[in-house]
């Protein structure tokens, strides 16, 4: 049987997605014939093209990685997926569909499943009960429409918590590398903490799994074979566990598998000794996650994170050499235009480059954190209650602190100080 | 993705009857599914009020086909020419042109709110103004766009670039267009729509990948609605190699085959990179894209010094220096110095070299070229200075043992022949099969009249390349003076034989076989 998978973003370069890769080797050991497709703004393809990959391929179900800012396209997709072929099932998964309400789900006519849990083992059972020609039975893990279109919801299911269970994307070549320039790397999946306006936390349970050390060091010397020296480490905290990041940053020095690496972690969770060592290993890019420099608003995040101590790991990186990007939110709850400004004071007082990631976002309230569940006890007001269910409140709100319109002034202020005018890589 | 995807569409608009304007239509309906995802639709009018009628049936078929496909998003730019009239006159034409534009893109700007992202529809308009425009007006009808989330963009020629002097105009402009010619003619302004297309392709080629410069730009159609006319790319535009005539029943699949096919054959896309590239040079550009110009006319060059296209490659260099900034002219003038040295002109290379050297003083490879400079000139001891210097930053061996021998040819000139058989010795101890060195070392031995260590030096010489005359002459000579009258004639017939215009080994063979 085969599985498509599809990442659409029409607005950044396509990239490996890292996800629906882990996905695809799992099911490829599984026994199924799988296909992972990415459109991005680079992407060169038409609907005849996708038609054609559509036809040719023949898919018995079709997985959409979904994001709020995705979702029209990933409806689109759907659509001409099933004018294609009406029996193909199709499935979504991902950050916006995690947590989407039933009402949502339901005004999406062409989706048949929503993956609640983790990837790889719902899209199996998914896979499994239309292989069994089956579709509805057995299932765990997602939302499901029946045949009569009634929205029913399974029970979760747990993924496994040792990493090195799922089968490797790249140790098993399920990219191509002849035109990845750098390769997504997750060493460990999740986030224990519990900043309110984060997904990450929630949609993990606040728990953190690893890839064995062996595991990761495998992939980078295959990855480096092919010919791609570029790694980009997307776990929310990789130094998480201080003496597992020193072992790995170890295994890539006394191998000599120093490659140019970007990588993001907490500021409380990096030490000189560290930050010499990562310089050595090949990291040239930091980020850490600020928030807000105002001392008003950070600690009512719950993230339990110092301005001074971002401060002082933004110094311990540029004392290294290393670039440092820093994540910060505007719009955030009790916030007012003054301290936004002072957010912006921070990053250039500690001379970090106002360019891609450190390009201020406002706060996107997402379906299943806590700002989305309790957005009334912050006094935010969404701006449009017409949305269709199947979005969250995203950046449509003003706040009892900050108008929509001293938001944009914020962000005008900000795309007055970038570099790049304001063009972010990780959104 | 193995099907050809078109990335723009220029279609040149004209008076047309009612059929024909349907006929196109139904072509552009028959193309979209052959567009990029993300796709640009151009159309070029004459003027606002005879264009809009059209656009606004053309953006019907965008429309029906974006309202089709949910993944799909078009940008549509309209270029005209720019109303002309006072800030109340282009109230009005914003009023009842533009506003009534944006309100047929009504449904795809509410989706785009709805969905908290970029409407899948865009308006660019492109305004063409003449000579008689007036800032004023022109800024007030750019504001206006602006605030009714129009992305408005200029195209300014060389009867209207001093428009680009007024930043308030700028400020309220998504992109200028650089035009070439003087009258605002459609079929110009398409090419140079295409031009800066193609510059902004290679441009954004440069930094990542240059080779791929070969591959051909973005896949575009140019579409001729006066005669139905419809070209591959700007070069068959300009070159009137057609795919076919749509008012002549050429249907969408059948135009796409042709265009697959005329994809597949053989073009050479760098060549017309170039002349891209190179026709925006003589334009009065913003600092930056004159910079971009200049960084790719480098790289142009660069490309013909490999290929030793050097007359070129000094065009290009030339060029580039006068549009790249300052403080990054270092390798410019390093490569012009290069191209110079190669074609013999050597004051004009060290002049070359000589601004190149903040940028490379601490390169061996830099005092090298211009050490052989100065040698190909005759000044030895200027040239033994500068050689001297790579020498001490450690060169690559290879090129260690080609300044040794410059070093002791130098020398040689000098007729400090102790010093240059030190230099020879040394780059002998370093390498056994250069046939220089022991050519070199046999002339400063046989100056030193060590006629025995010359012979067994040449006698190498000529074991390395036996057809060289040069070296049996030299052998000649020594042969002579040790007095071996037999050996010295056998060794000047051999030269004489591989290359009878040696001057020198005739008259001594003569002198020789007439000695009592």
Redesign the interface.
Known sequence: MNVLLIE?N??APASPPISLGYIAAFLKSKGFQVKILT?G?D???????LK?IITNFQPALVGLSAY??T???I???A??IKSINSNIKIAIGGPQATFMPSAGFAQLHDIDYISRSSGEVTLLCIARAIEKETPFSDLSGVSYKNADGVIRDTDDIEGFTDLDCYPSPYLNDVFDYSRM?EAIMLTSRGCPHHCKYCYTPYAFKHKVTFHSIDRVIEEIKWIRKKGVRRLWFADPNISYKWTRFQNLLDRILTDGLESEIWLQTRADLVNPELMKKMRLAGVRTIAFGLESASERVLPRLDKHLSIEKVAEAIRLAQSEDIEVELFTIFGLPYETFEDAVKTLEFVKKNKVKIMGNTNSQQMQIYFGTHMARHYEDYNILPL?T???AY?SI???YETSYMSAKDIARIQDLWRAHSLDRGRRIVS | ???L???KIFVILDKQDKKQLERLCRTLSGL???????SNLYLIADNLTEGMPQVERFQKEVSAFLRA?????LYLHFVHHAPSGTVRGMSFYFQYYYQIWKQAAREFDQ?G??????P?LMLLPVLVPDNRAEPTSLTALLTALKSAFFLPSLYLNRETFFLAGNDDLLARTEKVYWGHGKTGDKAQIVCDLCYQDILDDTSARLE?DPASMTDPCPAALIISARDGMVYACMDAFLKKKRLGNIHGALDPDTLMARYSEYANSQRDCLACRERVVGSFSALPLPEATTHEVGDLLYHFGTLHQEAENHIIAIERYEKSLKLSPVEEAGPIHFRLGLSYTTTGRYDEALESFSRAELTYKDQYYFHFYTGLCCFEKGEYRAALEKLSKAIQMKPKKEDLVRILIYMGTCYNSLEDYEQALIHLERAKEKTSNVKEIYNAIGFSCFQLKDYDKAIENLRIAVELDPHSAVDYASLGANYREKGDTNLAIAMYEKALALDPSIASARENLERLKNKP
Request: aromatic letters at 8%; a positive charge; one cysteine or more.
């Open positions: 659409i029409p607005f459109l703004e992407t060169s393809v038409s609907t005849a093209g054609d709020q800012r979702m029209l396209y409806m689109g997709l659509r001409l320039g449009n017409k949305r269709p979005l995203g950046c449509q | 993705m193995t099907k995807v078109i990335q979209f599914s052959h567009v990029n995802l993300t496909n949910l993944f799909a998003r989706e709110y709805m969905h908290q992202e970029i899948r990542p």
